[in-house]
């Protein structure tokens, strides 16, 4: 397939040079700041397009990686266009196909296809896409296609509903974006015992790596530890009394969830007491 991309920013940059890299030729790009086009142009030995009419007639595969917000705009000024036979595709998390409006009346496909993955260089963020799993819903054809396209240079694709995109994008955003707020209060935290960031990052290394790598490998209630997992109310209360007030709301509601995890792990394990301790201090 002949693929192009609309929008020349981290997502775009980045599918663009791992399909070429993995012999799939790539047409060129379009976005509205040429600059960006061109950089991504070169990065993946493609063309700069200076007309959005141009890519659509050289293009049978076009890939929509504008931000969220532009995706429906974007197809609403395209879909006007040649597209017929053509496979429209987005890559956002958030959203279903059924942003492409009217689509079957064009005679083109639609899909959108998002791989679990943080995109936050745009220029080395497709060497990890290799190892990205990929989710995709939409038109038979479409889904087809791609996921075709993608299982041929060694992705894993998992077809999902459509209506599941807000609740899949919910779980990828917890387990991705919100993460990084319990670490950085618990950085913080460190830096007010006298650690430096960059002290308290490489001390916690080891802790935070190979606790994530005992979830992959055993799920969550095997590798649950600490305080709350042994009932220790006592440690719990010293918590809540030393951490900041901006943060205890944040304590409690994970110590909330962790309590959950806990007694599934423990069903003959009393954690009354300390469920309490958690509401008493959330109220």
């Known amino acids: 397939m002949k693929t192009a991309f609309i929008g020349a920013g981290r997502v775009g940059c980045s599918i663009g040079k791992y399909l070429s890299e993995s012999g799939i030729p790539i047409i060129g790009y379009y976005d509205t700041i040429k600059e960006s086009a061109d950089s991504a ?7 700069s397009f200076i007309s959005i009419e141009s890519l659509i007639a050289q293009s049978s595969l076009i890939f929509l990686t504008t931000p969220d917000g532009l995706i429906q705009p974007t197809w609403e000024k395209i879909r006007y266009l040649p597209v017929a036979g053509k496979i429209i595709c987005h890559c956002s998390g958030a959203l279903p196909s059924d942003v492409f409006t009217g689509i079957a009346q064009t005679g083109a496909q639609g899909c959108s296809l998002h791989p679990m993955l943080p995109f936050s260089d745009r220029f080395s963020s497709y060497r990890q896409l290799a190892h990205a ?4 819903e939409g038109q038979e ?3 087809q296609a791609v996921t075709d396209l993608f299982q041929s240079i060694g992705n894993t694709v998992c077809r999902i509903n459509s209506e599941c995109k807000p609740s899949y994008h919910a779980a990828a955003s917890i387990l991705s974006n ?6 950085d209060t618990g950085y913080r935290l460190l830096e007010s015992c006298g650690f430096s960031r960059e002290e308290a990052r490489n001390a916690t290394k080891e802790l935070v790596r190979l606790n994530i790598e005992n979830v992959l490998q055993h799920d969550c209630g095997a590798a649950l530890t600490g305080p709350i997992e042994r009932g220790d ?11 900041p007030k901006d943060d205890q709301e944040m304590y409690q509601v994970l110590g909330a969830k962790l309590v959950e995890i806990a007694r599934r792990k423990n069903p003959g394990r009393d954690y009354t007491e300390l469920a309490k301790l958690l509401q008493k201090n959330g109220n």
């Open 41 to 47: 142009a070169r990065f993946t030995a493609c063309e």
């Open 133 to 136: 799993f990929f989710t995709i």
């Open 141 to 143: 054809a479409a889904v």
């Open 178 to 183: 919100q993460v990084i707020a319990v670490l």
């Open 233 to 243: 109310i006592r440690t719990v209360q010293k918590h809540l009394d030393c951490i």
